[in-house]
């Protein structure tokens, strides 16, 4: 399995930026991809971007723009830099990972979550 570390939560204000980490170790698959979903209070996790070990980057289309998911293969690690930060972005910010064997993915695995706050 694949655990995930995930780092960089916190509270800020509205316009301002927080940079999320998320650090992999266990079984890596050369093929794999890496991202960050997040859920609000009361409502489902959803997607905001996410980024193949080849670079392919997407995102959700509220943080086109203002958010950007990068990546450093030699360290298994995935960011996510969020500018121009919005209360509606308040939500715990979970990592994930999968591997694929081919065109099948064969781990899915999930980090603990970290909060991300805006004040208005």
């Known amino acids: 399995q694949v655990q995930l570390v995930e780092s960089g939560g916190g509270l800020v204000q509205a316009g301002g930026s927080l940079r999320l980490s998320c650090v992999a170790s266990?079984?890596?698959?050369?093929?794999?991809?890496m991202g960050w979903y997040r859920q609000a209070p009361g409502k489902q996790r959803d997607l905001v971007a996410t980024?193949?070990?080849?670079?392919?980057?997407n995102y959700a289309d509220s943080v086109k723009g203002r958010f950007t998911i990068s990546r450093d293969n030699a360290k298994n690690t995935v960011y996510l830099q969020m500018n121009s930060l919005k209360p509606e972005d308040t939500a715990v910010y979970y990592c994930?990972?999968?591997?694929?064997?081919?065109?099948?993915?064969?781990?899915?695995?999930w980090g603990q979550g970290t909060q991300v706050t805006v004040s208005s």
């Open positions: 994930n990972y999968k591997g694929y064997n081919g065109a099948y993915a064969v781990t899915n695995s």
């Open positions: 266990g079984s890596i698959f050369s093929i794999n991809a």
């Open positions: 980024i193949t070990n080849a670079g392919t980057a």
